[in-house]
């Protein structure tokens, strides 16, 4: 029962920005949106997360739609070290426990 | 800072025999722990989670089991692994904030093969 949908793959080019969708078209006004991503072979990693409000921080930035059913992240300078997958998982506030899905695998290249 | 270990990294172990994963935190106190596995080209699953010394709740029922002796070590085990116990193994932990977010940050990971 997936909560989220993202692309499978998608490629980007070193020093572009990366723009990564997702849907997340029942979530629900108690849940947040979060990004991870993991490199291979390394656990996840925390990148982002909001709940309606579009959010920046070092790594990335978070734009979600005004009705919440959808969000991208993005990655402003891709670096090839930012080749991994990347989750996007709704979470009810409160709920401790995450859901990963498939994610989106995104290459970085030169 | 906080620190979350992971040992051993790797682990090969035949059918049949048991197994012992440690995870201890370092730099915070009274965290939430979790066990994940990742099976090969799979998504996470998580196994189990604490939210206390002794309070261990889980996910799915397996072959496994989870234990926390210390306020930041978790400890997950098995009497007898199977074929379909390996995978990657990782441990997470978070804190409880104001804003009650949760953000789970990961080990390294163990890589267990059971052969």
């Known amino acids: 029962d997936a909560k989220t949908t993202q692309p499978t793959s998608m490629d980007c080019a070193e020093g572009r920005a990366a723009n990564l969708p997702c849907n997340h078209s029942t979530i629900s006004g108690n849940e947040y949106v979060y990004w991870y991503r993991q490199i291979h072979s390394q656990g996840p990693q925390y990148i982002i997360h909001?709940?309606?409000n579009n959010e920046t921080n070092e790594m990335a930035s978070l734009i979600i739609t005004e009705d919440r059913k959808s969000s991208t992240l993005i990655l402003p300078h891709a670096t090839l070290r930012d080749t991994a997958v990347y989750y996007c998982?709704?979470?009810?506030?409160?709920?401790?426990?995450?859901?990963f899905g498939a994610g989106t695998t995104v290459t970085v290249r030169a | 800072s906080q620190t979350i270990h992971q040992w051993p990294a790797t682990l090969v172990q035949p059918v049949g025999s048991p197994l012992s994963l440690e995870c201890t935190v370092e730099?915070?106190?009274?965290?939430?722990l979790y066990w994940y596995r990742q099976a090969a080209g799979r998504g996470l699953q998580l196994l189990f989670y604490s939210v206390g010394i002794g309070q261990i709740s889980s996910e799915v029922p397996q072959n496994l089991s989870a234990s926390r002796p210390q306020d930041r070590q978790f400890i997950l085990s098995s009497k007898k692994l199977l074929l379909s116990d390996s995978g990657f193994y990782l441990c997470?932990?978070?804190?409880?904030?104001?804003?009650?977010?949760?953000?789970?940050?990961f080990g390294p990971g163990t890589r267990l093969t059971v052969t």
């Open positions: 730099g915070t106190s009274n965290p939430n």
């Open positions: 998982i709704v979470r009810v506030i409160g709920d401790y426990k995450l859901s």
């Open positions: 997470a932990w978070s804190v409880v904030m104001p804003t009650r977010r949760y953000e789970q940050y």
């Open positions: 909001g709940l309606k």
